[in-house]
């Protein structure tokens, strides 16, 4: 029986030693997986860059210079049109015409008005001459005094003709203006010409955007007018448009009351674009330098912007940064940063003081 007892009792000690490299192991597994990194990241260093000082502003794409077309005539029906909203002209291009058949009656009429008024001129100059002949023969009182009558009566028929033929010109320019022309180059904006009615003296027919040239009306604050100037370039963003350059135009000298703000006009380098469309922009000033990182690498919490820095190779440190301005790509600091620190470049959000890390070869991960 204790032989018995004593075989159980070696058997139990030699199992205790053989699970003791088992438990060994199992802890070293254990320490092991503690002490590998939580994430493996790239790093990149703030990038000093030349950044142009910019205001950013809102306002309307508007026209450069508008032509309205108006009828220069009173109550000439209108027979035809010829150009549309949208269509463009070429200056002297015909966009409509006018009933011509009451002026060109009236033509008619003054017409025969300059041949009487010419017809009386060669009877009062051979009066004349008859007048002057008789006064040579018979220098007399009487004589003199007849041909300075006849004369008189040539000077009056020289005027009258003279009125008949401007009156007639301008019967002539009223007929040309039936035809209504294209006043310059450009597109066709509005129309409110319809056929058969009788537009008024003024009254509007077509309105044209002059050279299809467009602009940018941005509006500033005031504080900010003075710093604009002619030439500065402009960044404009339109909806569902690509981005487009243009120039300060001119800086308006009036500031809207209820606003407080000032118009800047904007030359565009595009005339692709639909007067009315509200757009935003940059206004760039003079530049200047400043550190960036990638967009990517800052982490905003509560509106604070925050970073990882890799310290001792596998830690990171957290630093509260403050930004400034942004591009596509890169987000300005503006708080004190080392211009070495190796910033974790994504993934920050999944990070925390003191997280450990594995920091990747830019050349090994193939970027």
Known sequence: MASYWSIVNLTLVSASFALVPTATHSFQDVTTLDQKPALAVEVVSPVPIIWPKTIEAGGWIAPWSEALVSSDIDGAKIETIEADVGDVVRKGQVL?????????????????????????????????????????????????????????????????????????????????????????????????????????????????????????????????????????????????????????????????????????????????????????????LETEEALALPHSAVVMRGGVGTVYAVVDGSKVKQISVTTGRQSDELIEITSPIDLHAQIVQTGGAFLFDGASVFVLDKKRSGK
């Open 96 to 284: 409509a015409t006018l009933s011509a058949e009451p002026l060109n009656v009236e033509k008619l009429r003054k017409l025969a008005a300059v041949d009487g008024a010419q017809a009386r001129l060669e009877q009062a100059a051979a009066n004349a001459e008859r007048s002057r002949l008789l006064s040579v023969r018979a220098p007399d009182a009487q004589s003199q005094k007849a041909l300075q009558t006849a004369q008189i009566e040539e000077k009056i028929a020289t005027a009258s003709l003279a009125a008949e033929r401007a009156s007639l010109a301008a019967e002539q320019l009223n007929i040309d203006r039936t035809v209504i022309l294209a006043p310059d180059d450009g597109v066709i904006s509005s129309k409110s010409a319809t056929l058969g009615a009788l537009p008024a003296v003024g009254d509007e027919l077509f309105r044209l955007i002059r050279h299809q040239r467009l602009e940018w009306r941005a509006e500033v604050p005031v504080g900010d007018l003075a710093k604009i100037e002619p030439q500065q370039q402009v960044k404009i963003d339109v909806m569902g448009e690509p981005p487009i350059l243009g120039r300060v135009r001119s800086v308006s000298p009036v500031i809207d009351r209820a606003t407080g703000r000032g118009v800047v006009n904007v030359a565009l380098s595009s005339a692709d674009l639909r007067s009315g469309a509200f757009a935003t922009g940059k206004i760039h």
